[in-house]
């Protein structure tokens, strides 16, 4: 059994993870802070003897004995993380040193959930790891983009420098239960318009593409990635290389809700990137990793998800 540290345990991925853990015998402590994280993602691991959480914002320091640290802790949807960008830049820059240095002290390995957002607008299609991207350093999206390149600048001179055993992950566009209503991201707004019967919102034309990954595709690979041995530290790649262009995901959804939704344009945030598919060459080859669960799989249950959460709220 190791005690296992997950920072942004409360959050969509961060549940997941969580469980996972403690479903494969280890000990969890959870820190969140509830920025986008909630209490009610994570009641049903609260009996668990073996789970722990930790009211935290991992901007400031935090002083624990732990064998490894997932580092999950940060704003991941477009609309929250441009909330408070000088918060998100902070989390990701301040969030990293302390975990890092945490993780020198006590000499545990230290996971980086990093992301395709590195990779900005991408003029290599499919993106592979050794692509250094085109990141717009000053535009609305940056502080998460450039506050993640930092965070990996960090673990890597940690590395080099303190020979920290790290592990970082670039994670694309992954979906399932427990994201948040109100969450904002592509998936989980479209499926909440359509069990509602609202208008769909396309963000500019929808021919913009993006590859969705199940989150129970997505925890495995986090696992085998921390697993990995020490040699290995990334940044690896974790996506599902289907591509599907957003006006695509929104028939998609219509079809499967049997919704009368109808699609609405709205205007193109500044900076969106216009296409993004992960080159999972690496995760086949280190993890023997590559993603199970079709797009349509993984919607039926994330469906299902919000259509029990939505009859649970009062309407009014
Ligand atoms: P999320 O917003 O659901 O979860 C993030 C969690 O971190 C929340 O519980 C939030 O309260 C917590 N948090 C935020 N700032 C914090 C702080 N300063 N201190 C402590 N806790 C804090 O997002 P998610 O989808 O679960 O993403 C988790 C991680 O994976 C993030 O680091 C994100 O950048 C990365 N990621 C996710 C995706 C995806 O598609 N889900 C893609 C790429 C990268
Ligand atoms: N998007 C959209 N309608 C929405 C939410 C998002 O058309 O209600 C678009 C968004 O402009 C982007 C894509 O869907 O092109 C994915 O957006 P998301 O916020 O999920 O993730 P990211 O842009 O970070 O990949």
Known sequence: MKRVLVTGGAGFLGRH???HLLMTGHEVICVDNFFTGTKRNIVEL???PYFEIIRHDICFPLYIEVDEIYNLACPASPIHYQHDPVQTTKTS????INMLGLAKRIKAKIFQASTSEVYGDPNVHPQREDYWGNVNQIGPRSCYDEGKRCAETLFFDYFRQH?????????FNTYGPFMQLNDGRVVSNFIVQALKNDPITIYGDGDQTRSFCYVEDLIEGLVRMMDTSDDITGPVNLGNPGEFTIRELAEKVIDMTGSRSKLVFQTLPSDDPRQRCPDISLARHW???EPRIRLEEGLVNTISYFDTILKEIPQG
Request: aromatic share 4%.
């Open 287 to 289: 993890l023997d990793w």
């Open 163 to 171: 020979n920290l055993k790290i592990k970082i992950a670039r994670i």
């Open 17 to 19: 993870l969580c469980q």
């Open 93 to 96: 820059v301040h969030g990293a």
């Open 46 to 48: 609260l009996d668990n």
